[in-house]
């Protein structure tokens, strides 16, 4: 007799390609990603605020939007990427050929409590769709503290718990869900001052209720 297993739920499929796209899913998850974040990569950048000359980074660049974006609005500046998707590190870089051969646009794998960059190294963080997967908060803000300049800004972006809590990949157990306070509370279990953290709320097409965390390092 044949044992029958057990079928996973799709969206359980789907919530684990967006936390780590791999294979010809993943690929898929990649161009959907393009769409999806396109409205909140926009909010978070406004909030973010590059300069032409800034050092930047992106946590999970996923196909390679936001650096793209980031190297237009920091044009005399380097982009550094990490993602834990070697899928998406294809991606990415086939996205960004020029601006990745010419040194301009780093991406590498890695995960978000060990990013690899030396001390003080950017200016900007950004951080799109990204901060349902930090299985461990306080040591991703330890890790962002360290490679984050005195007077540096940090943008990070979610979708509210109010949206959140109707889609079904929410209860695969691979996303953590916030309201307002919630993403504010996790911001200041870290090293930040808690004066120094905001959460702005914004309503994106189809009624998406998202929100924008930013959190403005003390000066050195």
């Given at each position: 007799m044949i044992e029958a297993?057990?079928?996973?739920?799709?969206?359980?499929?789907?919530?684990?390609?967006?936390?780590?796209?791999?294979?010809?899913?993943g690929r898929l998850a990649g161009a959907a990603m393009r769409l999806i974040n396109r409205e909140p990569n926009a909010l978070a950048l406004e909030a973010l605020d590059?300069?032409?000359?800034e050092d930047v980074l992106e946590l999970g660049f996923g196909p390679g939007e936001g650096v793209r974006a980031l190297a237009r609005l920091s044009p005399r500046g380097t982009i550094y990427g990490i993602d834990q998707s070697?899928?998406?590190?294809?991606?990415?870089?086939?996205?960004?050929?020029?601006a990745v051969?010419?040194?301009?646009?780093?991406?590498?794998?890695?995960?978000?409590?060990?990013t690899g960059l030396p001390d003080?190294?950017?200016?900007?963080?950004?951080?799109?769709?990204?901060?349902y997967f930090w299985s461990d908060g306080p040591a991703v803000l330890s890790e962002l503290d360290r490679v984050l300049r005195p007077g540096g800004r940090i943008s990070i972006y979610v979708t509210d718990a109010s949206t959140m809590s109707r889609w079904k990949l929410t209860v695969s157990g691979h996303h953590r869900v916030f309201s307002a306070s919630q993403l504010k509370d996790v911001l200041a279990d870290g090293p930040f001052e808690e004066?120094?953290?905001?959460?702005?709320?914004?309503?994106?097409?189809?009624?998406?209720?998202?929100?924008?965390?930013v959190i403005d390092k003390a000066g050195g």
């Open positions: 297993r057990p079928v996973r739920p799709a969206s359980s499929g789907l919530a684990e390609q967006l936390q780590n796209p791999h294979g010809a899913a590059v300069r032409g000359a070697a899928t998406m590190l294809a991606q990415a870089s086939a996205r960004n050929r020029a051969l010419d040194g301009r646009i780093r991406l590498s794998r890695a995960r978000f409590h060990e003080r190294s950017v200016d900007k963080i950004l951080a799109v769709n990204v901060a004066p120094r953290i905001s959460i702005a709320k914004a309503t994106l097409r189809l009624g998406i209720s998202g929100l924008v965390g």
